[in-house]
């Protein structure tokens, strides 16, 4: 298994605050990554510098061979994201939105069509291809969102908080689209959510993060090794000893 | 260039299917329509009257009643001055009802993390929806101005000679610049302002400020420095204007784009002007080049405008970060 990311000392700094200090791992190809810390503990931050958006104040990434720092458009090139609020346009259909995420991955006309047809039956959004998204239910938004993700048929994708505010059976659907595509088609993905249960259920290694520092890294089970957590203790509870709340 | 296109159809798709675009686009063609249509029935009842007045007062001069051209001259500026006030009033209204939201409502739905997750440059994602909000605004100009002049050449009989054509030419160009201003204007308080509700505040002062309170502010300083006194002599009164007056309101004044706007759509659609000569009125006419080298600072200044509102708005939105 070769590396698909390979991060080297990256931080951000904002003023006196420091987003992202000095984290350093690597991921692997066709891996389902997961990204823990509580809210404002550098996970978003992390992701937008892997995609160039943010510049980092020190280190760099090498996602797929791309330097996000010398080469941003090259690191995004083989990069999907679906944000925690999806990030579609409200105002367009399914189709509509997919058709030009498709235009701007440079797909030709008749590639791109049968494309947005493919993701859209991939996603079970077929039927509903003419809804404008405004009018979607979360769930649907959250399944048109990865759809996006996947225009450009990108080796890595990052779902930053994909299940937030969906119900227990979009969750269950969309569990199970995110294990098809790293098992049947060997994306790598990188997977943040609170919802620790799937986390475990999904993610083959994690990283927990706190005020901007990776303080855990590895599968669950070292995971809970490293804390000396007992067989019966939850996720969670492991989880949050890592944070220092229990 | 196909990122910027593709960038551009978007929006347009996304302008057209909004409610606030469609409300505000039927009250300028309205506006507008009402307008011309009131100023072609009075060009026409005026018409007759003011041409055998002047032809009149020509005759006395020993002048030709042929070569006066009274009709497409001060008829032109005057009817449809309507039409160039309430377009510098809707238009910019509009500009900014498309604009406003440009980034800022994008960055509020996520859709901006999105779109720069693409593999696209920066500069193309403004240069894509600027273009798109100019494809908007030339469609409505457009439309607004066929129907208009259509309207106007229909009710009031106007030849519509080519001096005609090159000066209503004219006029649709300058309002394009118009409202492309008030567009980047919008565009610039969506980049600066983190929330669409405060950039739509921030718009609607900005559009206040261009048709009231620079012109008004302009003035009051005019008045301050260059008092305008009341004069008497003998049995007469009358206002005695200092020569700084005028100098100093028309500089204050051209900062508002509105102000600008109207005073070159209103060179430009005026052909001729009344002159005294001998103790008689006579009407000179003026030719495109004579309107085109009067209105040229104004042109240039309102393309330096254009120009820098853009810069100020690329600069910044170049620079900003994704949080």
Redesign the interface.
């Known amino acids: 298994m070769s590396t698909a990311i390979e991060i080297n000392g990256l931080t951000k700094v904002y003023g006196e605050l420091t987003a992202v200090d000095h984290v350093s791992y690597n991921i692997q190809e066709g891996e389902i990554f997961g990204l823990l810390g509580p809210n404002g503990c550098g996970k978003t ?1 992390t992701i ?1 510098m892997l ?1 160039g ?3 980092p104040t020190e280190g760099t990434a090498i996602v797929n061979g791309a330097d996000i720092v010398k080469d941003p ?2 690191a ?2 083989s ?3 679906l ?10 259909t399914a189709k ?1 939105n997919l058709a ?2 498709a ?4 797909l030709k006309a008749t590639e791109a069509s049968a494309r947005v047809d493919k993701l859209l039956a991939l996603v079970g959004l077929s039927e509903k291809q003419n809804v404008k998204v405004s009018t979607m239910s979360r769930g649907m938004r959250q399944r048109l969102g990865v759809a ?1 993700s996947l225009v ?1 048929d990108p080796k890595i994708m ?1 779902l930053d908080e994909p299940t937030l505010g969906i119900d227990p059976e979009g969750t269950k659907e969309l569990r199970g689209i995110i294990k098809m595509l790293s098992r049947e088609q060997g994306k790598t993905i990188i997977f943040t959510s609170h919802l620790l249960n799937e986390v475990n259920r999904l993610c083959d290694r994690v990283a927990i993060m706190k005020t901007g520092k990776v303080i855990a890294i590895g599968t669950i089970p070292e995971l809970r090794k490293q804390i000396n957590a007992a067989e019966g203790d939850e996720f969670e509870e492991v989880f949050l000893r890592y944070q220092g709340v229990v | 260039m ?2 910027i296109m ?2 551009a ?2 929006e347009l ?2 302008i057209f ?2 409610r606030k675009f469609l409300l505000i686009f039927g009250t300028l063609l309205i506006v507008v329509l009402v307008s011309t249509f009131q100023g072609a029935i009075s060009y026409s009842s005026s018409q007759s009257t003011t041409g055998m007045q002047i032809r009149g007062n020509m005759t006395q001069l020993g002048g030709s009643g042929r070569a006066i051209v009274i009709g497409s001259a001060e008829g032109l500026s005057n009817t449809l001055s309507s039409m160039v006030t309430n377009f510098s009033l809707v238009g910019g209204v509009l500009a900014l009802a498309i604009s406003f939201d440009t980034i800022n409502g994008e960055r509020q ?13 920066r500069d193309k994602i403004i240069y894509g929806k600027y273009l798109g909000g100019l494809i908007v605004v030339t469609i409505v100009s457009a439309i607004t101005f066929l129907a208009g002049i259509g309207i106007f050449v229909g009710f009031s009989g106007l030849p519509m000679t080519g001096d005609t054509v090159m000066r209503l030419g004219l006029f649709f160009l300058i309002s394009l610049v118009y409202m492309a201003i008030f567009l980047g204007v919008g565009l610039l308080l969506s980049i600066v302002m983190p929330q669409p509700s405060t950039s739509l505040l921030a718009s609607m002062i900005v559009w206040l400020a261009s048709i009231r309170l620079i012109p008004n502010i302009g003035y009051a300083i005019a008045q301050i420095m260059y008092p305008v006194r009341m004069t008497f002599s003998g049995n007469t009164s009358g206002f005695s204007t200092p020569q700084g007056f005028d100098s100093i309101r028309t500089v204050i004044s051209a900062l508002s784009p509105s102000t600008t706007y109207e005073q070159i759509v209103n060179n430009i659609l005026t052909t001729s002007r009344l002159q005294f000569s001998s103790g008689n009125i006579a009407t000179v006419s003026i030719s495109l080049e004579q309107t085109l080298q009067t209105s040229a600072p104004y042109i240039i200044y309102f393309a330096g405008l254009l120009i820098a509102i853009f810069a100020a708005a690329y600069f910044v939105f170049m620079r900003q ?3």
């Open positions: 931050t937008l995609l958006l943010i510049i458009i090259g995004r090139r990069v999907g994201l944000t925690d609020n999806v990030g579609l346009y409200e105002n367009l509509q030009f995420f235009e701007l991955s440079d996006q450009r990052v | 196909a990122g593709t960038i159809k978007k798709l996304d299917s909004e739905t996520g859709s901006m993390k999105t779109l720069l997750s693409y593999p696209i440059y970060e994704i949080r």
